[in-house]
């Protein structure tokens, strides 16, 4: 399968509030809600922070929040602290019990 | 508290077999609820998932296309820990490697071993 797509980078300014995308095909979130998001920061393994598209692990803050819509699932992150500043990936169930991935979004906070 | 502790060689050469081992504690490999994968990353390739096992009344054993025919992902009810092993790797294999937990929480994976590098090269 192929890669969901992320934009390489997205940057804001602490407050304020930056969304990420990640598109995909039919195949990847068309019928499905297992739409995940991870965050990782440099030298550390990804943290999951959002699963079945919309819920936060027990622990997660809830500056962090997310969505689908047909092909493109976002992740958004109000009031953007400095702690913020990582790798986020998104990852979806696909056909056949498969896992497809994002490539990626290095979000700097300004 | 649930851990998963890797442990395998980080060199291989090429055309041979790597092998990774992930033990788990706080929680069953044989849980009829979770399943037990394992994901790569490297700067090619980014994050890819290769496969996981998974018991439902029996095992299930699920792979990635890119890597089908080479991997084989295999439990250890014994030991607890579940185990990787990819055949015929190139220089292309190489990544960090980690193990994770699914919960059940729809391929989300909720735990993460430490990873482990491994370079391909002779």
């Known amino acids: 399968q192929s890669a969901l797509t992320q934009p390489a980078s997205v940057s804001g300014s602490p407050g304020q509030s930056i969304t990420i995308s990640c598109t995909g095909t039919?195949?990847?979130?068309?019928?499905?809600?297992?739409v995940s998001w991870y965050q990782q920061h440099p030298g550390e393994g990804p943290k999951l922070i959002i699963y079945?598209?919309?819920n936060r692990p027990s622990g997660v803050s809830s500056r962090f929040s997310a969505s689908k819509s047909g092909s493109t699932a976002s992740l958004t992150i109000s009031g953007l602290q400095p702690e913020d500043e990582a790798d986020y990936y998104c990852?979806?169930?696909?056909?056949?019990?498969?896992?497809?991935f994002g490539g990626g979004t290095k979000v700097t906070v300004l | 508290q649930v851990q998963l502790q890797q442990s395998g060689p980080g060199l291989v050469k090429p055309s041979q077999t790597l092998s990774l081992t992930c033990a788990i504690s706080?929680?069953?490999?044989?849980?009829?609820?979770?399943?037990w994968n394992w994901i790569r990353q490297s700067p090619s390739r980014g994050l890819e998932w290769l496969g996981r096992?998974?018991?439902?009344?029996?095992?299930?054993?699920e792979y990635a296309i890119s890597v089908k025919g080479r991997i084989t992902i295999s439990p250890d009810t014994s030991k607890n820990q579940f185990s990787l092993q990819l055949n015929s790797v190139t220089p292309e294999d190489t990544a960090v490697y980690y193990c994770?937990?699914?919960?059940?929480?729809?391929?989300?994976?909720?735990?993460w071993g430490q990873g482990t590098l491994v370079t391909v090269s002779s």
């Open positions: 039919s195949s990847d979130f068309g019928n499905y809600n297992y």
């Open positions: 079945g598209v919309t």
């Open positions: 990852s979806s169930y696909a056909t056949s019990n498969t896992l497809v």
């Open positions: 706080g929680d069953s490999v044989s849980s009829n609820s979770g399943a």
């Open positions: 994770g937990r699914d919960p059940g929480l729809g391929m989300a994976f909720d735990i």
């Open positions: 096992t998974l018991h439902r009344s029996e095992w299930y054993n």
